[in-house]
């Protein structure tokens, strides 16, 4: 069965499709790479000879970043089971390693990580946070670095709490604070100067 959508990416900003749930959690997962500078999906139709017939076959997506293209196939784990699945992707391997490219076969990911992505995508579109609350958590990162969540909402107690959460959410988003999204997040997780 088939979810199909589109998805609002940071990195394109615009839409991207996707065919499943899984597609849609790897897509959350790649907007929210630092690597990934560009997202395409179903980019190309390629054709290939192999074993004496031209097959076709279009990757699910195509991202662009400063280790240059990766094309990705999204495949359920238990899927790659079947021989067909495995060869096709082998050939389609083959053919994008020929080309100097990247080729990747990515599966269902961690559930908690993906959990704690999927959460901060809420928070995205920058343009919709306080403008104001964002500037002063950039204007100080080392005053924020070593806080839990719950005590930088504190510290900025001059604006509303319902403004600073989505600020603070926004760029974790963003990278420009990190914090260990391995676990659950929470308030009490410690917010990191960006590496």
Request: net charge positive.
């Amino acid at each position: 069965m088939h979810y199909p959508g589109t998805y609002w990416s940071s990195t394109q900003r615009g839409h991207v499709i996707y065919e499943s749930r899984l597609e849609l959690a790897n897509l959350l997962l790649a907007d929210y790479d630092q690597g990934v500078r560009e997202i395409s999906a179903q980019p190309f139709l390629l054709r290939a000879a192999v074993e004496g017939r031209v097959r076709p076959h279009i990757p699910d997506y195509l991202f662009s970043g400063d280790g240059g293209p990766v094309v990705v196939d999204v495949v359920r784990r238990e899927r790659m089971s079947n021989p067909k699945i495995r060869f096709v992707c082998a050939w389609t391997r083959q053919v994008i390693e020929r080309m100097g490219w990247t080729y990747q076969v990515v599966h269902e990911p961690d559930p908690v990580h993906l959990a704690n992505v999927r959460f901060l995508a809420g928070y995205r579109r920058d343009w919709l946070m306080n403008q104001e609350i964002l500037a002063v958590l950039r204007a100080q990162p080392r005053a924020f670095a070593g806080s839990t969540i719950a005590e930088a909402e504190t510290a900025l107690a001059q604006f509303p709490k319902q403004f600073v959460r989505p600020a603070l959410l926004n760029l974790l988003w963003r990278h420009e604070y990190e914090v260990d999204i391995s676990g659950p997040l929470r308030p009490s997780s410690v917010l990191e100067m960006k590496k």
